[in-house]
């Protein structure tokens, strides 16, 4: 197999890492009594230059209460960036709370140690999550 065979399994591998933290944390909220659900999304899209993936996990408190752990990684033809937030729903309008993690680079190695701090602190936040 080439380079370039085992950079892209590589890549998705971690992904899928990631996406199995998520699920571990939607599990979690889903077997609170104090929570009302849980969520859980994976989306990959092609953008013009080049893709763009997000991933959640969220807690709903109640009909109008949710919050949510979200990444958003863009794969560009030069470059990528990562984005790791808290989200707060309330009565239909969606604000940031805190950003968790925020990077951009150039090279494959750095972005597989942004996605593994980024997806540690997720995790991290999502598990001592409490309901005020």
């Known amino acids: 197999m080439d380079q370039d065979f085992d950079t892209a399994r590589s ?3 971690l992904l899928a890492e990631v996406n199995e933290a998520l699920i ?6 889903r077997s609170r ?3 009302a659900g849980a969520h859980h999304g994976f989306d990959l899209r ?3 230059t080049g893709c763009l993936l997000d991933m ?3 807690a709903v408190v109640h009909n109008d209460l949710a919050y949510c752990w979200w ?4 794969l560009e033809s030069q470059h ?7 989200l707060r729903t309330a009565e239909g309008q969606q604000q940031p709370l805190s950003r ?7 090279k494959l190695e750095e972005l597989d140690h942004q996605i593994r701090e980024a997806v540690r602190l997720l995790a991290e936040s999502a598990a001592g999550f409490q309901i005020n």
């Open 24 to 29: 571990a944390a939607y599990f979690k909220f």
């Open 46 to 48: 092609k953008t013009d």
């Open 56 to 58: 959640y996990v969220e």
């Open 33 to 35: 009594g104090d929570l």
């Open 100 to 106: 968790i993690a925020e990077s951009r680079g150039a």
């Open 80 to 86: 990528w960036s990562l984005d790791a937030s808290l």
């Open 71 to 74: 990444l958003e990684l863009r």
């Open 11 to 13: 890549l998705l591998g």
